[in-house]
Every structure is written in C-alpha cells, then in structure tokens.
C-alpha cells in the first residue's frame, strides 16, 4: 500500500468516526496496521492512535489505554499522531475519573499541538473543555469550549464546532440554564443531522433530553431520551446507552411506573460496570436506591447507597455525592431516623456547591423532618425556602416554553406543604400556598407585558378568597389532587370551608373513563353511565349543599380535572340529570388571576375580527361544512360595518398578525386545530396558506401569545382548542391558554372534538344572550340548555359540552 492509498484509508476511517460507524472504522484500523505492521513507521502510529480513538469513544477506555503501551518513535514526538496519543490519553483517563494525569496529558496535546500541529489545538481545547466539565470546573469549561467554538468557526470545522456546542449545552444545563443548554444543542443538533453523524446526533439528543427532564417535561424528555438510545445503536456504540437508559429510568420514576424504572437502570448498571464506567454505575446506583425507597423496600435502598459511596471514593464528584447524601437521607427519615436524616438534610442545605434543585429537595426534607419532630416554626420556615427556591429556579428561565413545565418535578414539595398547614389546621394558608402554584406562567407572563412586577409570595399572602368569590359574584371550586388524598376548598363570600377527596389516581380513572364514553354513540343518562355517576359523588355532591342557590360556579380544576367538563357530571336527584341543569359553571386558572380580573358587562357596540373557512390544505384539514352558517350567525349580531372577516384564501396566519386584533373585542375562529401533547405552544390554528408558501398555514400558540391583545371573547370552534396536554400549575395548555396569556378576559375552546354541526348553534346562542347583556357564562350556558333539553342526538354531551369557557385573565 502506497502512502496516496494509506491516506484514503485514513481519511476514511476518520469519516466513519465522524458517522458514527464505528464498526467499520475499528475495520479500517486494523487493514492500515495489517498493512503496516513496522512500529516505526508514522502510518502504523497513524493508524494505531486512530484505533486507540475508537476504542476511547466506545467507552473501552482501559482497552484505548492499553494500546499506547508502546511508546511512540523518538523521531514522531512531534507528529500529528504524537498529539493524538495525548489526546485520546487524555480523554480515556478522564472518563476513569483520573483527572490529574488526564490534565497533565491534554496540556501536553495543546502545547505540542500549538507547536507543531496547529490543527489540532481546537481539539485540544475541546477535550480540556470537557475535562473541566467532568471537574465541576464549570467556568474554565465554559472559557475553554468557548474558545474551541471560535477556533472552530474560524477554520470552519464544523465537526468540531458541533462537539464545543453539544458541551456547551452541558455546562449551561449544569449552571441551570436550561433554555440556553436547549438552544445550544439544537445548534449542534442541526450540523450534526445535516451532515449524517450518528454518534455526535444521539448526544445532543440525549442532552436536549436532559435539559427537558431538568425543567420537568417528561414527555419530551423520554423521546429525546429514546432517539439517542436508537442512535447510539446505529452507531455501532451501545456502550454509549448507559447515559440515556438510566436518564430514562429517571423519568418512568417521576411517573411512578417503578418496574419500568428499575430495568432500564439495571441495564445501565450492568453496561456501566462490564465498562469500569464508575460515574455511570454511581448515577444508576442512585436510581436504584430511590426506586426502592419508593417501594419501602429499605435495606436494598441502604445497599445501593453504600455501594454509590464506596465508589465514590474512587471518582470524586461533589454534586453526586450530595445527591447520594439527599438519598440516605430521605431513606434514614423513612425509617425513622429523624435526627440523623435532619443532620445530613443540612449538611445539604448549607453546602455552597449544592444546585438549586438539591436544596429545594434538602429543605422539603428537612420541613418534612422537623415536622414530625414537632418543631413546627422550623418546618415552615424551610417550606416557605423551598417554594421561593423552586420560584427562583422558574423565574430565571426565559424561554416561556420551558417555564411551562418546570413544576412537573417540583410540585410535589407544594403538596408537602398544602399538607402540612392543613395538619396544622390553617385551611386557608394551605388554599393561597396551593394557588402559589397554579398558572405561574401565565401570570407571569400577563404581569410583565402589562410592566407590573409582581411578589408572588406577597401576592400570596394578600390573596383573600371570600373577596374573590364576592366581587366575581360566584362561588368557587378549587381542586387539589394527591397521591394519598385529595382536598376541595369551597369559596364562597360568606365562608371557605375544605372537603376531603379519595386520591388522584381514583380520580384520574374515573375522569379518563367519563370522557372516553363522549364518543359513544349513548346519552350518558340513558345509559347510566357509572363514571358520570361517581364524578358527581366525589366532586360535587359534598359541596351541594354549601353552594348558595342561583350563583354560579367557578372550578379551578388541578391535573386530570382540566380536561373534565363538570357539565357533563350526571346529578341523581330528583332523577339523573346534568349538573349543567343547576349551575352555571366556568374555568379559572387560579385565585391570583382572578382576584385581577374584570368582571365588566360586555361592551357596546363592539368590533369583531373573524376567520374561517379556510383553504383545504390535506385530506386531514377538508372544509368545514357549515362554516358558512357561522358566518350567518355571527352577522345576527354584529353590524357589518363593525366587523372584519378574514375568510378563504384570505384566512392566513400573516393575515391575523398583521389585523391589529388588539383594536376588537371579540374574536372568533371557526376552523380546524391541532393540539400538541409534547410541546402545547405548538398547537395551531389551521388557516389557508400564505401566498407562495404552502406549508405557512398553521396559526401557532407561540405566535398567538406575541399579539396582545384586550379582547372580551375569544371563540374558538375548533378541535382541542383548549390543548390536550394538562401541565402542572399551568393546567390544559393550548390555544385556550395562548388567547388568555395574549391577554383575552374570556375563551371559548374546545375540550375535544368539535361538531361543525352544532357549533353555529351554539354561537349564535352565545352571542345572542351576550348582545342582550348576559355575561359570557350565563349566555353560553343558555346556549347548550337548547340541546340538553331538545330531543334526538343533540342531547347527548358530545355536541354541547366541548365548548368551554376559561375566564380570569
């Protein structure tokens, strides 16, 4: 083999790395040895650092050590292969947690390579970087991928780049910056599908998994999670599985499905440990201990633990090893070994290098052990630092998006506490904490477009619930579902009075089960449906009797409750009947919002912007039937020189952000939708395409939420206008929600699929009672009453109950 030939076959094993084909790459190092068998040649040094490299980036790292007992030829101390072997040195001894020799190696790669191979200082500076990162050393991490990212660009390397910028999506999500390690990663993830490499793909993946995990979106955590398990397989690196395999372990965790969470981590194990991958094992230790609290199953928890700081030992890292101690400490408080758990609880609390989300937990922990101890004054002053740490951590993040999520992994702490002040007996304490949690963002986002800076603990504080339910002249429903039990406050302006509720899970089924019957061909009643039944027993018949007769009622649903239309619950007496019969009900989000919000008469002579009928964009969006019938209704009620209709091909998304709709006071959208389970602001209003673009059809939530507007109603009939993916402390999260945050009173969406048949009907019985001074509730509630007490079909909740209306904003 020439050298023109051995350089093809090099460069082609440096392709296959850079693939992901690490198969075939190993191959390739192995005929360029065959072929060059002579240790003092550079093509087999060349060829030999290039096996010791795969080996590295397989996880084999005593195995990629081992090829370099050799050592190189005095006359290639200042090769490119001389740099190499320190580079792969460096990173293999890094990953075995022996830091000081894998500095002192990389600092000899970046030197020799500033020397003699300027190429490869970049990548000197990368592995630095990463070195670092594994260090904890997060700001000479940051300086030095920094300056891999601008040599990178420089010499535009865009492999190279696309490696500085996945880590730099570590350090960000590391110092909790979790919307700039998502941002940073999508980067990365772009160059790296452009141009076809697997193994650096599944990494950004996973890390953008990471970073949805960390800010408590699970759903897309888990997906993330699962491509970059695919892809490492197609890469031919299994071993590189361990990270997303105990990451996903973590989720099926937080989602309470302990089986699935134990064999993904002792998959991981098994794979950690058939590598000496000591970090990975500690981690998936970690998992298994927590697991098996969650079990009670308290002497394998106390196994795990011990095993992880056994290890520990021999690969130091601070912040796991105050995770290992947050462990054996909520294990040791289980067994009932308060003041051991409250000394090591704050140990946690008072270590600077303790993560928010560490001293969050320390600090719920700790309340929980002072608690039980007595020393009540203690206990709430550490749950009131835990929610203000938790606040903190949510409010730092900007992307509104991300913000959304976050409390799914926090708002356990908030039930800690809902819990405690009610063993305390201060009811009303525990209602404004619960509120503390609900519609963060939203009115967050409401108080800065509107430039007011709120306290929320102060806000908190101040909130008086009977004032509420007085000037909403209502009374109101505020639900709280827990894992053991759940909890009504009912609202009225003469008193608040607390029920207890079975748990969320008996809950959860009984809500499903009720909505799933909507798509059966039988009305509810006639068929006696059991759930409707028993929803109506648990929800609402204990608070019948304290509800004053002809107020309306104002439900602030929490999780499964979202998507229920309480309507629709089947009352027995004097015979079975809709509780939409006795009430008239609507949704809130939360008792701050409220407390805010308007309770004006609808306007006089108002403007109304419309959109509908548009284009038949596929087979999945046809056109609306009787979307000219909605027009018709609408015209009843609005004068034409007062309206503004955006309709055909004129019903395109740049159309809505360019009408002003800040200047109407009703809106309406008689269209398709899409709602999105993994990122809600992703769902759309579907319109016609804009000019020349075709794919520019969908009205989004992240777009809706940018036009403020000042509007009395939003209408949207359309399919799951109001979302399908309920949030913690946010609530169902979708077009309903996106009008509200932009700044609408009222909403009118869409629980579920939306009968273009009855909706003509239903506005124009809305806006008929609304143009004869009704206020939206009342007006809508008049409008389905035409249905349930008309005969044939149309009785059946499937075509009256999926509009709702969502007020407070």
Same mark, same amino acid.
């Given at each position: 083999m020439n050298s023109a030939q051995a350089q093809r076959l090099y460069d082609s094993g440096w392709t296959q790395i850079r693939n992901g084909d690490f198969t075939s790459a190993f191959k390739t190092s192995e005929v360029g040895l065959k072929n060059f068998p002579e240790v003092a040649s550079e093509w087999h040094w060349r060829f030999r650092t290039l096996k010791a490299e795969i080996l590295m980036?397989?996880?084999?790292?005593?195995?990629?050590?081992?090829?370099?007992? %050799? !050592?190189?030829?005095?006359?290639?101390?200042?090769? $490119?292969?001389?740099?190499? *072997?320190? %580079?792969?040195?460096? @990173?293999?001894? !890094?990953?075995?947690?022996?830091?000081?020799?894998?500095?002192?190696?990389?600092?000899? &790669?970046?030197?020799?390579?500033?020397?003699?191979?300027? *190429?490869?200082?970049?990548?000197a500076l990368l592995r630095l970087g990463t070195l670092a990162y594994l260090q904890r050393d997060l700001n000479q991490s940051q300086s030095r991928l920094n300056a891999c990212l601008e040599f990178a660009r420089r010499?535009?390397?865009?492999?190279?780049?696309?490696?500085?910028?996945?880590?730099?999506?570590?350090?960000?999500?590391?110092? #909790?910056?979790?919307?700039?390690?998502?941002e940073w990663n999508r980067q990365a993830l772009e160059l790296d599908q452009a141009n076809g490499w697997l193994g650096l793909a599944a990494r950004a993946e996973g890390n953008i998994g990471w970073s949805h995990y960390l800010i408590g979106d699970l759903v897309n955590a888990l997906d993330f999670y699962t491509k970059a398990d695919k892809h490492d397989i197609e890469a031919g690196v299994p071993e590189r599985r361990i990270t997303w395999l105990n990451a996903a372990g973590?989720?099926?965790?937080?989602?309470?499905?302990?089986?699935?969470?134990?064999?993904?981590?002792? #998959?991981?194990?098994?794979?950690?440990?058939?590598?000496?991958?000591?970090?990975?094992?500690?981690?998936?230790?970690?998992?298994?201990?927590?697991?098996?609290i969650a079990r009670k199953q308290y002497d394998d928890a106390a196994r795990y633990t011990d095993d992880a700081e056994r290890r520990e030992a021999s690969a130091p890292d601070r912040t796991r090893e105050l995770y290992t101690r947050l462990i054996s400490a909520d294990l040791v408080e289980k067994m009932g070994d308060l003041s051991r758990a409250e000394s090591l609880y704050q140990q946690i609390v008072r270590d600077p290098a303790a993560p928010r989300s560490l001293e969050w937990e320390a600090r719920a922990g700790l309340a929980?052990?002072?608690? &039980?101890?007595?020393?009540?004054?203690?206990?709430?002053?550490?749950?009131?630092?835990?929610?203000?740490?938790?606040? !903190?951590?949510?409010?730092?993040?900007?992307?509104?998006?991300?913000?959304?999520?976050?409390?799914?992994?926090?708002?356990?702490?908030?039930?800690?506490?809902?819990?405690?002040? %009610?063993?305390?007996?201060?009811?009303?304490?525990?209602?404004? /904490?619960?509120?503390?949690?609900?519609?963060?963002?939203?009115?967050?986002?409401?108080?800065? @477009?509107?430039?007011? *800076?709120?306290?929320?603990?102060?806000?908190?504080?101040?909130?008086?619930? *009977?004032?509420?339910?007085?000037?909403?002249?209502?009374?109101?429903?505020?639900?709280?579902?827990?894992?053991?039990?759940?909890f009504l406050w009912v609202v009225t302006p003469q008193n /608040?009075?607390?029920?207890?509720?079975?748990?969320?899970?008996?809950?959860?089924?009984?809500?499903?089960?009720?909505? +799933?019957?909507?798509?059966?061909?039988?009305?509810?009643?006639?068929?006696?449906?059991?759930?409707?039944? +028993?929803?109506? $027993?648990?929800? /609402?018949?204990?608070? #019948?009797?304290?509800?004053? +007769?002809?107020?309306?009622?104002?439900?602030?649903?929490?999780?499964?409750?979202?998507?229920?239309?309480f309507e629709t619950l089947i009352a027995p007496e004097p015979q079975p009947h809709y509780w939409i019969e006795d009430r008239t009900i609507s949704i809130a989000n939360s008792l701050a919002l409220l407390s805010r919000a308007r309770t004006e008469a609808p306007p006089q002579s108002p403007y109304l912007l419309f959109f509908g009928d548009a284009l038949a964009i596929s087979k999945d969006f046809p056109p609306l039937a009787d979307a000219e019938q909605e027009v018709a209704a609408l015209l009843k009620h609005f004068p034409s020189n007062r309206t503004s209709f955006f309709m055909k091909e004129h019903a395109t998304p740049s159309n809505y952000l360019a009408s002003k709709p800040r200047r109407y006071a009703f809106l309406h959208f008689a269209t398709h939708g899409?709602?999105?389970?993994?990122?809600?602001?992703?769902?759309?209003?579907?319109?016609?395409?804009?000019?020349?673009?075709?794919?520019?059809? +969908?009205?989004?939530?992240?777009d809706i939420v940018q036009q403020p507007l000042n509007a009395y109603m939003v209408s949207i009939s359309a399919c799951n206008g109001a979302g399908e993916r309920v949030l913690a402390g946010e609530g169902l999260v979708g077009l309903s929600w996106a009008f509200l945050r932009a700044g609408a009173h009222n909403v009118v969406a869409g629980l579920w699929e939306v009968s273009t048949s009855?909706?003509?009907?239903?506005?124009?019985?809305?806006?008929?009672?609304?143009?004869?001074?009704?206020?939206? !509730?009342?007006?809508?509630?008049?409008?389905?009453?035409?249905? /349930?007490?008309?005969?044939?079909?149309?009785?059946?909740?499937?075509?009256? &109950?999926?509009f709702q209306l969502y007020s407070g904003s």
């Amino acid at each position: 083999m020439n050298s023109a030939q051995a350089q093809r076959l090099y460069d082609s094993g440096w392709t296959q790395i850079r693939n992901g084909d690490f198969t075939s790459a190993f191959k390739t190092s192995e005929v360029g040895l065959k072929n060059f068998p002579e240790v003092a040649s550079e093509w087999h040094w060349r060829f030999r650092t290039l096996k010791a490299e795969i080996l590295m980036r397989q996880g084999r790292y005593e195995d990629s050590l081992a090829v370099f007992q %050799l !050592a190189i030829p005095q006359s290639l101390s200042y090769s $490119e292969s001389a740099v190499w *072997q320190k %580079l792969t040195q460096g @990173s293999a001894l !890094a990953y075995l947690a022996k830091h000081t020799e894998a500095q002192t190696a990389l600092l000899q &790669a970046r030197s020799l390579a500033a020397e003699k191979q300027p *190429q490869l200082e970049g990548e000197a500076l990368l592995r630095l970087g990463t070195l670092a990162y594994l260090q904890r050393d997060l700001n000479q991490s940051q300086s030095r991928l920094n300056a891999c990212l601008e040599f990178a660009r420089r010499r535009r390397d865009s492999y190279l780049e696309a490696s500085a910028l996945g880590m730099l999506g570590l350090v960000a999500a590391r110092i #909790e910056h979790y919307d700039e390690s998502i941002e940073w990663n999508r980067q990365a993830l772009e160059l790296d599908q452009a141009n076809g490499w697997l193994g650096l793909a599944a990494r950004a993946e996973g890390n953008i998994g990471w970073s949805h995990y960390l800010i408590g979106d699970l759903v897309n955590a888990l997906d993330f999670y699962t491509k970059a398990d695919k892809h490492d397989i197609e890469a031919g690196v299994p071993e590189r599985r361990i990270t997303w395999l105990n990451a996903a372990g973590d989720v099926y965790y937080d989602l309470r499905d302990y089986a699935a969470a134990e064999a993904k981590s002792r #998959e991981a194990l098994t794979l950690a440990d058939s590598l000496r991958d000591t970090d990975d094992a500690i981690y998936c230790l970690q998992n298994l201990a927590l697991i098996a609290i969650a079990r009670k199953q308290y002497d394998d928890a106390a196994r795990y633990t011990d095993d992880a700081e056994r290890r520990e030992a021999s690969a130091p890292d601070r912040t796991r090893e105050l995770y290992t101690r947050l462990i054996s400490a909520d294990l040791v408080e289980k067994m009932g070994d308060l003041s051991r758990a409250e000394s090591l609880y704050q140990q946690i609390v008072r270590d600077p290098a303790a993560p928010r989300s560490l001293e969050w937990e320390a600090r719920a922990g700790l309340a929980q052990t002072h608690a &039980a101890q007595g020393k009540f004054a203690l206990a709430e002053s550490e749950f009131q630092q835990a929610i203000s740490t938790i606040s !903190a951590a949510q409010d730092s993040i900007q992307h509104e998006e991300f913000r959304l999520s976050f409390l799914s992994s926090a708002i356990r702490f908030y039930d800690e506490y809902v819990n405690f002040l %009610l063993s305390r007996n201060r009811p009303i304490d525990a209602l404004r /904490v619960a509120d503390r949690s609900r519609a963060q963002t939203l009115e967050h986002g409401l108080s800065f @477009s509107q430039n007011k *800076q709120l306290s929320p603990s102060l806000a908190a504080d101040k909130l008086l619930p *009977q004032d509420i339910a007085r000037r909403q002249n209502a009374s109101l429903l505020f639900y709280w579902l827990g894992p053991a039990h759940s909890f009504l406050w009912v609202v009225t302006p003469q008193n /608040v009075s607390l029920l207890t509720l079975p748990p969320r899970d008996e809950i959860d089924t009984a809500a499903a089960a009720y909505r +799933k019957s909507f798509l059966d061909l039988r009305d509810p009643i006639e068929s006696q449906n059991i759930h409707g039944r +028993k929803l109506y $027993e648990i929800l /609402v018949r204990p608070a #019948e009797k304290l509800l004053p +007769k002809g107020k309306r009622v104002l439900i602030l649903p929490d999780g499964s409750l979202n998507g229920l239309n309480f309507e629709t619950l089947i009352a027995p007496e004097p015979q079975p009947h809709y509780w939409i019969e006795d009430r008239t009900i609507s949704i809130a989000n939360s008792l701050a919002l409220l407390s805010r919000a308007r309770t004006e008469a609808p306007p006089q002579s108002p403007y109304l912007l419309f959109f509908g009928d548009a284009l038949a964009i596929s087979k999945d969006f046809p056109p609306l039937a009787d979307a000219e019938q909605e027009v018709a209704a609408l015209l009843k009620h609005f004068p034409s020189n007062r309206t503004s209709f955006f309709m055909k091909e004129h019903a395109t998304p740049s159309n809505y952000l360019a009408s002003k709709p800040r200047r109407y006071a009703f809106l309406h959208f008689a269209t398709h939708g899409t709602a999105s389970i993994t990122r809600p602001l992703e769902s759309a209003i579907i319109l016609s395409p804009d000019p020349g673009m075709h794919d520019s059809y +969908k009205l989004y939530a992240r777009d809706i939420v940018q036009q403020p507007l000042n509007a009395y109603m939003v209408s949207i009939s359309a399919c799951n206008g109001a979302g399908e993916r309920v949030l913690a402390g946010e609530g169902l999260v979708g077009l309903s929600w996106a009008f509200l945050r932009a700044g609408a009173h009222n909403v009118v969406a869409g629980l579920w699929e939306v009968s273009t048949s009855s909706a003509p009907q239903i506005f124009d019985g809305m806006y008929d009672g609304i143009s004869k001074g009704q206020d939206p !509730a009342t007006a809508l509630r008049n409008a389905k009453l035409s249905f /349930v007490h008309s005969k044939g079909p149309r009785r059946r909740p499937f075509y009256w &109950a999926p509009f709702q209306l969502y007020s407070g904003s």
